[in-house]
Nanobody, 116 residues
Framework: QVQLVESGGGLVQPGGSLRLSCAAS????????MGWYRQAPGKQGELVAL???????LYADSVKGRFTISRDNAKNTVYLQMNSLKPGDTAVYYC??????????WGQGTQVTVSS
């Protein structure tokens, strides 16, 4: 089994930056890819960024050029560096691990609020 623990959310002004972290533990060798999703109030959840186990990345159009996903294999941690934040980025951000067979593991979520 895989467990995911997120950290790094908070309140930031428009134009500011935050870095989210997701620490994985358990059977991490079986993870195919890891990513970040977000869900804003009243909106459908959406993929923000994804990084595969061969470091191929994928971003939502809305965050390209502003967000960067990366990972530190020694720490079993995936990061989401978020720059030039906008009020529209306000959401609960969830770390996700994609497992063999198509199943997903989710973290508990961390709130990101962009407001002046």
């Amino acid at each position: 089994q895989v467990q995911l623990v997120e950290s790094g959310g908070g309140l930031v002004q428009p134009g500011g930056s935050l870095r989210l972290s997701c620490a994985a533990s358990g059977s991490i060798f079986s993870i195919n890819a890891m990513g970040w999703y977000r869900q804003a109030p009243g909106k459908q959840g959406e993929l923000v960024a994804l990084i595969s186990n061969i470091d191929k990345t994928l971003y939502a159009d809305s965050v390209k050029g502003r967000f960067t996903i990366s990972r530190d294999n020694a720490k079993n941690t995936v990061y989401l560096q978020m720059n030039s934040l906008k009020p529209g980025d306000t959401a609960v951000y969830y770390c996700n691990a994609k497992m063999p067979g198509g199943s997903d593991i989710w973290g508990q979520g961390t709130q990101v609020t962009v407001s002046s």
